[in-house]
């Protein structure tokens, strides 16, 4: 089951972190909103925050595009 821990949204992003309980990890996804490319992976439990406040340190294969 995925229990969302935080949420935010805002110059064209929408971000999640979420624990899924059965799996027992910390997941990120991440919407771009202006472009319709979503993106979701699993970050370590320790940087879940910083995973959160900055989603393109956890994916900067991304990072220029965004």
């Known amino acids: 089951m995925k229990?969302?821990?935080?949420?935010?949204?805002?110059?064209?992003?929408?971000?999640w972190l979420h624990w899924e309980d059965?799996?027992?990890?910390v997941m990120l996804r991440?919407?771009?909103?202006?472009?319709?490319?979503?993106w979701e992976r699993e970050v370590p439990r320790e940087r879940a925050l910083d995973a959160?406040?900055?989603?393109?340190?956890?994916?900067p294969e991304l990072a220029a595009a965004a």
Do not use: I, K, M, S
Request: net charge negative.
């Open 3 to 15: 229990n969302e821990l935080a949420h935010r949204q805002g110059h064209g992003l929408e971000v």
């Open 52 to 59: 959160f406040r900055h989603p393109f340190l956890f994916a």
């Open 30 to 38: 991440v919407l771009d909103t202006r472009t319709g490319e979503e």
């Open 22 to 25: 059965d799996a027992d990890r």
